[in-house]
């Protein structure tokens, strides 16, 4: 049973005792044991007591997908470590910045990385660098350094980067500390405007992870024989916490991706090795692009979880398609997070989903529904969505207030807009901040992004708006599948007509051959707008 009241790194030790000889990463080809990945991270902390580091003390990880990042992840926690995970395409100038800020003594990141960090190398900040290919064979090795000649031409310049190779000796000894400390930062998307780092304890996450096997449909004794696709990146806590970490708190394995490619996902399948996946749509519909994403592979997959701002209607009915096609009993499933908490609160599951909503609250969450004056709206009343419980966030790191305080209780205001149905399923409607008021009224662009992405020869697209003086004007990008189809416009003109709103028509359609994307691929809106300025 998981002690939600104990730390990240003594609770996973209980796992990998039990289940030493269980896979616990699957990673290029090659399988890590529960003894295995305990292993390094006894080395790694090993290596963070050899440089002084202690308890208190920040460090700082960018890196994909690896296994020792995995295993870095958990040795912070074995030795009392703040950890901030930063996107790996950061920039250096952005690395400095958030060191700087959270006072971290130590970056840990890979060696192609360093031939753009020259300030940081140049400004002696404390590296420990590590190679995607740590965890392989000596051909991989030697092939992937032949390959990646150029990119690793800096870490080959200096040869005295401490690397896993400085990391050998192991010890056993972690600390003890409260398991509501504010340990883990994560960064919030800032997909318009600038991101905030939160700030997670132990507990948050672990309570999170209590949810796993609900979450997930599956028995103890069912969780042992699974296996989850890890490849939304560690820095984003819908990677790390459900990713990663959800399946290694009960024997499973993770399959890690360093970067997503349909490719090894098949293979993956091929090999019965991964059952549970976790994406977003960009992943989804890339799957489905793909014409090997079909036959007996697919019967490896249990369920199959979606998250993001937009989520096509169409690609939960096309997925699900495919899957009863082939004979698989899996379904795409929406849910619903936020990092503040630390990810997912609410989720339909293979027990319970309903469509058009998002799920049923997590056991330990608890969702309320608020008008403008912060009165609690009863069961099918659109309002602000607040959450709170046991996954709440300590706060965020700047140390402004961020909670409503309500019924004795605090909350997190998402800035969402939804509704609680009767049986407590929520329904998303739209991002506060994107509703857009014209001549009086609301309009709720994702509701206009579900109706026209429905449309057969729709790809993707996106709904916003634009003030001009005193006017505000309305714009709809869209990505045809074929770029030659005949009357778009007016067909989608048609279509909103038809719900009889005819206010929520754009007043400019603009096609464009793609949409710009964040680094956890959502439509990124700002840089759209920017994007647009000329046409505008």
């Known amino acids: 049973m998981l002690n939600k009241k104990s730390t990240i790194y003594k609770e996973f030790e209980k796992v990998a005792l039990t289940y030493k000889k269980n896979a616990a990463l699957y990673y290029e080809g090659k399988t890590l044991y529960y003894k295995d990945l305990l292993l390094l991270v006894k080395r790694i902390g090993n290596y963070f007591d050899s440089v002084s580091l202690k308890m208190g003390d920040a460090i700082t990880l960018v890196s994909p997908n690896t296994p020792e990042a995995v295993a870095t992840f958990f040795a912070a926690s074995m030795k009392g470590l703040k950890i901030h995970l930063i996107h790996p395409l950061a920039t250096q100038e952005t690395i400095q910045k958030e060191m700087e800020e959270k006072n971290s003594k130590l970056l840990i990141t890979l060696s192609f990385f360093l031939n753009s960090y ?63 400390y504010g340990r883990v930062f994560l960064s919030s998307g800032g997909t318009s405007g600038e991101p905030k780092t939160i700030v997670l304890s132990d507990e948050a996450i672990l309570s999170l992870i209590s949810q796993g096997l609900d979450i997930l449909s599956l028995t103890e004794e069912e969780a042992l024989h699974k296996s989850m696709l890890a490849a939304l990146p560690m820095f984003h806590g819908f990677g790390l916490v459900m990713g990663v970490m959800t399946v290694l708190y009960y024997g499973a394995a993770a399959a890690l991706l360093p970067k997503f490619h349909t490719k090894p996902i098949i293979k993956l399948l091929k090999q019965n090795r991964v059952n549970i996946m976790i994406g977003v749509p960009a992943m989804y519909e890339a799957l489905l692009r793909n014409p090997d994403f079909k036959g007996d592979a697919l019967k490896s997959l249990d369920v199959c979880f979606v998250g993001g701002d937009f989520i096509s209607p169409s690609l939960l009915t096309r997925f699900n398609q495919q899957m009863k096609k082939y004979n698989s009993s899996a379904l795409l499933l929406e849910g619903y997070g936020l990092t503040e908490t630390v990810t997912v609160l609410s989720v339909n599951t293979m027990k319970n989903h309903r469509d058009g909503s998002v799920g049923k609250a997590l056991k330990n969450v608890e969702i309320k529904i608020i008008d403008e004056e912060k009165n609690i709206l009863p069961p099918n009343q659109i309002g602000e969505i607040l959450v709170s419980g046991e996954t709440l966030m300590n706060g965020y790191f700047d140390g402004k207030n961020c909670f409503l305080k309500l019924e004795n209780k605090n909350y997190v205001q998402t800035g969402d807009i939804g509704y609680l149905d009767e049986d407590g399923y929520l329904y998303f409607i739209s991002r506060k901040k994107r509703i857009i008021k014209k001549n009086g009224l609301n309009i709720f662009p994702l509701a206009i992004e579900k109706k026209v992405s429905l449309l057969d020869f729709v790809a993707e697209c996106a709904y916003f708006s634009k003030e001009k003086g005193t006017r505000v004007e309305t714009y709809l990008c869209v990505v045809l599948k074929d770029s030659s189809f005949p009357l778009a416009k007016e067909k989608i003109c048609e279509t909103l007509k038809e719900g009889g709103y005819e206010f929520e028509i754009p007043d400019h359609i603009l096609f464009k051959d793609s949409l710009p994307k964040t680094n956890v691929s959502k439509i990124d809106y700002k840089a759209l707008l920017d994007s647009l300025k000329d046409e505008m």
């Open 118 to 180: 020259d300030k940081i190398i140049n400004n002696g900040i404390p590296l420990f660098v590590l190679s995607p290919t740590d965890s392989l064979n000596p051909l991989k090795k030697v092939g992937f350094a032949l390959l990646n000649k150029n990119d690793l031409k800096t870490f080959h310049q200096h040869k005295n980067f401490p690397t896993m190779k400085n990391a050998k000796k192991i010890n056993d000894i972690s600390v003890t500390y409260p398991s509501d």
